[in-house]
């Protein structure tokens, strides 16, 4: 079953209403946030996306708690958690982090200094800042990251790729435009919506850049096993094997590549002021300014 989306809101809108929410807070007289307790949160980020839309193989949730509970008044938003974005956190005083990537994901063996990711933790730990990882549970919700990515165009219908028992949730989307629009404005509304000067693009067979697209297939992140087989004009996602690629467009299907997170972490601004309003203003919730795709184009 197909799901009315009614018409897109611009990028520019919705940074707009994120910077006005961040203006309208709860600050108690001393500047600082109120706070929530940290099942507080975890409730809330779990209304949005209950953790039983993620992935089976992936590993969403609660991934580090303190061992002595603090409220949270601050929350660092970040796509991957690197350890320059855990000392941003701590930097910043946030209690607590919500990395998009679970960076726990084949099991630790030990907390020590010797790897990044042990650092991370080791420090996480120390300085009792608590990580949740939600993934592919904001993947497949109704108005999260694959969503987020649709945002740009005018959709006359959207339904996941791949659904779940609800039919509204699951895997990418499919979009049927209300109108056809150009290879070159597909280009151009991707991206506005990741502020991105340069994007990867393969043309279908036999395609010009002034051929229309009315089917767009995305995915965020690494769309490959999802779009397989799928029939539209276009394929958007971060990241994709040359075959597949090779596969599309000699289909006669154009792809469009943003890097694999640049497919993601824009969500993270409008989830920003989002999961500030579903948290009464009383948490500051920021977005990492060190968080960023690994791969640049040079
Ligand atoms: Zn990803």
Redesign the pocket.
Known sequence: MLFKLGRSVSSKKLLLLSNFSSIVTSKMSNGKFPGVSLVDVVSVLEKFAPKELSESWDNTGLLVEPYSPRPVTKILLTNDLTEDVALEADGKECEMIISY?PPIFAPLKSVVQKSWKERVLSLLLEKRISLYSPHTSWDCVKGGVNDWLASPFLVAESAPIITRTDPSVGAGRILKLQTGISLSEAISKVKEVTGLQYVRFAIGRNKLLSDEVRTVALC???GSSVLKGVVADLYLT?EMLHHDVLDASQKGISVILTN??DS?RGFLRIFSSDLQNRLDKKVQVLVSNCDKDPLVTV
């Open positions: 990537h965020a992140g690494s971060g694999h997170s993601e």
